[in-house]
């Protein structure tokens, strides 16, 4: 469990403590309304890449955090949901409360970090305090923060928060460990201070200096000096702007850490957004923006009346600002929340940190990691696209969204709800700003292990391993990187001359290939897949049966049924029929059932796998001629007629085998062994044919069987 552990919560239940009753209250429905927000009054607001916070009273009669997803224009909520419940609980809790024009109860200073997430403090019935951090309507972080008073959040982006206690006279800064912990925790003197993705700023040495110092490497990455005539007393950054004031009255300004410019603004207490920033005229009755993108503040103008009120500074309370790249949100007189656009043009869409999973996973979680979870924070709302190929390109897996922040979690199966074949994939995340312009694109590999496993697949990555048994019995599993040769081998000892093995795949539900052998008496074993090691006579088997004598070859084609489970074809040694024994999927065969006459005539037959590339078992069959011929199979359990490969091939060969893909590319190869002991490979097209052989080894005579 990580440090910050997420925290399950029914918020029904919450309300009931209240309420006494389960039918009182619940989460927020859904809605899509125009803006402005109707309400019967605010207790706090704030409002963060699209999403608005705040505390309303409900139907039910309770307050609660509302949380509100605005459409890009401001114009329309999207979506509404609940980040907790605000009223008061049977044991006297409640949430933090400040002086505000709402009334005598006060409000909810929150913070919304940009990414749908909400922070608060907890109050108990004696004044203690903790921070929280709710991440959904039924998730939190934050309970392992210090119990303190007069708690206040001084900013937070993305994952990271800071905030002060006036009981311990400190300052905290943290992160959520949203799918791995991070261990960034600072505890400092209360400075000014503002966290911008990773790094957090603070005031340096000497006048107008502020540090920044990368949570996440644990050191001080960058100084900059703004101009300002002070030690500095407030600090907003937003992506290139750095705004520092010299107190409430002092003087103000915005550093261009692009331009690398000083630019001067009003004083007075001010909320920033991307290349502006606004201010509460009490003596105007107004909210006023100052436009400074273009370098240079432009005369501050009017965007709402917003009356002076009793309380000096409002910020959060009944008004604020969304800094990604967003809109200005206001509590008018009659109770409604409204939206007002800035007009001023965002910065293009930029990463602003993230937290990228690694690159192996396994859906059967044997490596504990059975998901692939990943976030990314954004500086403005953008539609977003996940995307997941397979060694060929083609796409396994697509995900959508859309906002500031990209919340990933890819349960590691295709769109149809199927695990993928086992391989290297690769991935790519494009996000196109909503607003404005840019894109951001990013991408990686995934090493994919305990999906489906490809064809003679015993190795537990998707690529084939040529197994072989020696005259002194011993079994040996062969090895590759996926670079068109053996690279290593696993061997156990102790079979019995005359054993023939069939590299088989998956006959459960463990999704690790099974080993078939046949015994010199004829029984036909299945052994337990073990996923990289070989076996002995003792491991773990069932017995499918006696009689397998009876037939002179036994293949493993692939799935030829189209149930996506390989199956074994046999051929009847006394008269060439050919016999298809389907995976069942519970560990053992179906019954037997005759799929063609009389093929005398072959030498060789082949279970290739897919060698066509349409997803169903092929067979290749080499007649006494040394004509190579292909069998393409139906997905019905049948095969369709032979297409003709090659003439007079494979005349030296005294073992071919359908290896699968054992040169990374996705396709399903050819390994053949001559007379003289050379080890070929024919490198499959992935459309139904081979390219011209390569040798990869030599002294293989010594094996008895080459399966």
């Not at 307050?63 to 509404?80: A, C, H, N, Y």
């Not at 709302?381 to 996940?386: G, K, L």
């Not at 390994?671 to 030599?698: E, H, M």
Request: net charge positive; aromatic share 10%; glycine share 14%.
């Amino acid at each position: 469990m990580t440090r910050h552990a997420r925290i399950a919560l029914t918020l029904v239940s919450l309300a009931a403590l209240s309420a006494g009753s389960l039918t009182t209250a619940g989460p927020a429905a859904a809605e899509t309304t125009p803006t402005p927000i109707q309400t019967d009054g605010v207790w706090g607001i704030d409002y963060a890449g699209g999403f608005l916070s705040t505390v309303e009273n409900t139907p039910s009669g309770y307050q609660w955090v509302v949380g509100r997803q605005i459409s890009p224009d401001g114009s329309t909520v999207l979506e509404k949901t609940s980040r907790g419940y605000a009223d008061e609980y049977a044991g006297g809790s409640h949430l933090q409360r400040v002086p505000c024009e709402a009334g005598a109860r006060g409000c909810v200073p929150m913070r919304s970090f940009g990414n749908t997430w909400v922070g608060y403090f907890m109050e108990d019935g004696a004044g203690k305090q903790v921070a929280q951090i709710h991440l959904t309507e039924n998730s939190m972080s934050g309970t392992d923060e210090p119990v303190v008073t007069g708690g206040r959040f001084v900013d937070a982006t993305g994952r990271y928060y800071v905030y002060n206690a006036a009981s311990t006279g400190k300052q905290y800064v943290d992160d959520v460990d949203h799918y791995r912990w991070t261990d960034v925790r600072r505890t400092r003197s209360v400075t000014a201070a503002s966290v911008w993705g990773s790094r957090l700023w603070t005031p340096g040495s000497g006048n107008g200096a502020v540090t920044a110092y990368d949570l996440e490497a644990k050191k001080t990455v960058q100084t900059v000096a703004t101009g300002a005539p002070c030690t500095v007393k407030e600090l907003q950054v937003v992506g290139r702007w750095i705004y520092w004031n010299c107190g409430p009255t002092g003087a103000a300004g915005v550093y261009d850490r692009t331009a690398k410019k000083a630019v001067k603004v009003p004083s007075g207490p001010a909320l920033v957004g991307d290349g502006y920033l606004v201010r509460h005229d009490r003596t105007a009755g107004k909210l006023m923006l100052t436009d400074y993108h273009t370098g240079t503040a432009a005369p501050a103008r009017a965007v709402a009346d917003l009356p002076a009120g009793t309380t000096a500074d409002q910020r959060r309370l009944s008004w604020t600002v969304d800094k990604f790249g967003g809109d200005i949100a206001y509590v008018d007189q009659d109770k409604a929340i409204r939206i007002v656009p800035s007009g001023v043009p965002s910065q293009p869409l930029a990463k602003i940190e993230s937290d990228v999973a690694g690159d192996a996973v396994d859906p059967t979680g044997r490596n504990g990691v059975d998901y692939w979870d990943s976030f990314w924070q954004l500086n403005k709302p953008a539609n977003w696209t996940f995307t997941v190929k397979d060694a060929q390109g083609r796409v396994e897996r697509t995900i959508k969204g859309s906002g500031a922040s990209i919340d990933l979690s890819w349960d590691l199966e295709t769109g149809a709800g199927t695990y993928p074949y086992n391989g290297r994939k690769t991935w790519t995340l494009t996000a196109n700003a909503v607003e404005g312009s840019g894109t951001y694109t990013t991408g990686g590999t995934i090493g994919y292990n305990g999906g489906r496993q490809g064809h003679h697949d015993q190795g537990y990555y998707s690529y084939g391993e040529l197994v072989t048994l020696n005259s002194s019995g011993t079994l040996t599993l062969h090895y590759t990187e996926g670079k068109g040769a053996f690279n290593w081998k696993r061997s156990a000892s102790g079979w019995p001359a005359g054993t023939v093995a069939v590299p088989f795949g998956d006959m459960g539900k463990d999704r690790c290939a099974e080993m078939l052998m046949r015994m010199p008496n004829g029984e036909l074993r299945r052994y337990a897949g073990k996923c990289g090691a070989s076996y002995t006579p003792s491991s773990s088997h069932t017995s499918l049966g006696t009689g397998w004598k009876a037939y002179n070859v036994l293949t493993a084609p692939g799935d030829l049924t189209g149930d996506g489970r390989v199956d074994l074809l046999a051929r009847k040694a006394s008269t060439g029929d050919i016999f298809l024994f389907a995976n069942d999927g519970a560990g053992k065969l179906k019954a037997g059932v005759k799929i063609r006459t009389a093929w005398t005539g072959y030498t060789k037959i082949v279970g290739a796998g897919d060698f066509t590339g349409d997803g169903i078992g092929d067979v290749l069959a080499r007649d006494r001629a040394g004509t190579l011929w292909r069998y393409d199979g139906t997905g019905t359990g049948l095969l369709k007629n032979r297409v003709k490969l090659a003439a007079a091939w494979g005349g030296s060969y005294n073992a071919i085998v359908g290896v699968g893909d054992i040169t990374g590319d996705g396709k399903n190869d050819l390994v053949a062994r001559d007379t003289a002991g050379n080890l070929y490979r024919n490198n499959g097209d992935g459309k139904g044919s081979f390219g011209a052989r390569v040798k990869i080894a030599s002294g293989w005579q010594g094996y008895k069987g080459v399966f």
